[in-house]
């Protein structure tokens, strides 16, 4: 089954509101997480990245933190836009079998103006 | 723009059919992802291809097959196509395919099995 996943299918905010999108995995031997943006008809977009001998990562308007405590993975949006609107999903790799990425379900965010 | 291509964008044929999906990786690329992406699975890794050779295996299924050419494209054959193959399938390449490299993802092609 998936060994990545997301706490809440849907998220909606106001344009200008930070966003927070959680995600928790189970493989505690995954060292490698992305988060991917996808909007409607098109493939996922590739949005920022962290290896787990971090806890966080700054990308422009966007933030990864990784709690491996927990086993836990979240993406901030700062100042979110409507053009944010999109399926977010976590993807881990597990650094065997290949490098093949393990997909959550997503969370679709909707941003409001 | 990824830099990833595929084709076509649509496909619509029946079920017993056979279809090949086509992808080709940005520039530079020797790694090359097939994902199937349906509403009830998620997104799911199939199979990925490093220089002409095949390094990994996920959910596919006998009735798929794929490979890699010479020139770094690579195709996605299905076969013997079921109702429950309609999906959206997508490629990705990345520059190695090492562990913690970043695969980047073409636009889809959208499959639509009657």
């Known amino acids: 089954g998936e060994s990545v996943g997301l706490h809440l299918p849907t998220l909606s905010v106001q344009e200008g509101d930070n966003s927070i999108i959680n995600c928790a995995y189970s493989n505690s031997a995954s060292d490698y997480f992305i988060w991917y943006k996808q909007e409607s008809g098109k493939g996922p977009q590739f949005i920022i990245d962290?290896?787990?001998?971090?806890d966080k990562r700054q990308g422009q308007r966007v933030t990864v933190l990784l709690n491996k405590t927990v086993k836990h993975l979240s993406l901030q949006i700062a100042a979110t836009q409507p053009g944010d609107s999109a399926v977010y999903f976590c993807?881990?790799?597990?650094?065997?079998?290949?490098?093949?990425?393990?997909f959550g379900k997503g969370t679709t965010l909707s941003v409001s103006s | 723009d990824s830099g990833v291509t595929q084709t076509p964008k649509h496909l619509i044929t029946a079920t017993g059919q056979r279809v090949t999906l086509r992808c080709s990786p940005r520039?530079?690329?020797?790694?090359v992802y097939w994902y199937q992406q349906s509403l009830d699975q998620g997104l799911q890794f199939l199979i990925q291809?490093?220089?002409?050779?095949?390094?990994a295996k996920g959910n596919i299924l006998e009735r798929f097959s794929a490979q890699q050419f010479p020139d770094l494209h690579s195709e996605l054959n299905l076969s013997s196509l079921e109702l429950g193959d309609s999906a959206l399938y997508f490629c990705?390449?990345?520059?190695?395919?090492?562990?913690?490299?970043?695969?980047?993802f073409g636009p889809g092609t959208r499959l639509l099995v009657l």
């Open positions: 291809y490093y220089n002409g050779e095949e390094r």
């Open positions: 993807a881990e790799n597990i650094g065997q079998a290949g490098t093949a990425l393990i």
């Open positions: 962290i290896r787990s001998n971090m």
């Open positions: 990705a390449s990345s520059v190695s395919g090492r562990i913690q490299e970043t695969q980047y």
């Open positions: 520039s530079g690329d020797l790694s």
